[in-house]
């Protein structure tokens, strides 16, 4: 079984330009995440989806980042102007979305995102 | 509010020896409470999970974990460390309903460092 696939692995852009980040889930996967992980942190949670439903975006910064998952299986994130401040790797995760399993994310290699 | 304490950012055993890194949570709900491993450049693994089933959880590796209420604590333990087993280490908690809590929060991390 494949696992979630994110594309690019790194990402150098300078700032105040734009950058896209694209996810594939794992097949069946109804629950998709995004999470920032700054450096020496732990992942931080940006965006949920469950399906095409953005059910929790409490933490995402909404001037200037913004998320799709139109058809219900892959995601793109995208900062638009990019800042020094978010250097991160952004990391992709899914699961099945129900019942106890659905506490079970997998996680993708994430980009790694330098704004210069 | 749901958070986790990672005792110990830099934790270095020598290979064969007992392997302890420490979590503490808070939670208001019954928690559930995760370990996952993190290789370079890699996204997040999951170790093992608690969710209210056995007190003590085994996972992959050889790795397990105490969930102990009266200490707050779920902390992973190896019997005996490999080099392999050099990684950084995140504890995670969520609460065990759906909706709004079904959230990973993550711990900042430990490194783990094996000497031959």
């Known amino acids: 079984e494949a696992g979630v696939v994110q594309s690019p692995r790194y990402k150098i852009i300078e700032k105040k330009q734009p950058v896209a980040f694209w996810c594939n889930p794992i097949?069946?996967?109804?629950?998709l995440y995004w999470y920032r992980q700054n450096l020496g942190q732990g992942p931080e949670l940006l965006i949920r989806?469950?399906?095409?439903?953005?059910?929790?975006d409490s933490q995402l910064p909404k001037d200037r980042f913004s998320a799709e998952r139109l058809k219900g299986v892959d995601s793109t994130l995208k900062i638009q102007p990019a800042e020094l401040g978010d250097s991160a790797v952004y990391l992709c995760a899914s699961s099945p979305g129900t019942g106890s399993f659905s506490y079970e994310q997998y996680f993708g290699p994430g980009t790694r995102l330098t704004v210069t | 509010a749901q958070s986790v304490t990672q005792l110990g950012s830099h934790v270095s055993v020598s290979e064969g020896a007992l392997v302890l890194l420490r979590c503490n949570y808070s939670?208001?709900?019954?928690?559930?409470l995760f370990w996952y491993v993190q290789y370079p450049n890699q996204g997040l693994q999951l170790l093992l999970k608690y969710t209210s089933a056995a007190t003590l959880v085994k996972g992959i590796n050889g790795f397990e974990a105490e969930f102990k209420k009266s200490e707050t604590s779920f902390h992973l333990t190896k019997p005996s460390a490999h080099m392999s087993d050099a990684a950084e280490y995140f504890c995670?908690?969520?609460?065990?309903?759906?909706?709004?809590?079904?959230?990973?929060?993550f711990g900042t991390g430990t490194l783990l460092a094996v000497q031959p």
């Open positions: 097949s069946g996967h109804n629950t």
């Open positions: 995670a908690v969520s609460g065990p309903y759906g909706g709004a809590t079904n959230k990973l929060i």
């Open positions: 939670s208001s709900v019954p928690p559930y």
């Open positions: 989806y469950e399906n095409e439903e953005a059910v929790d």
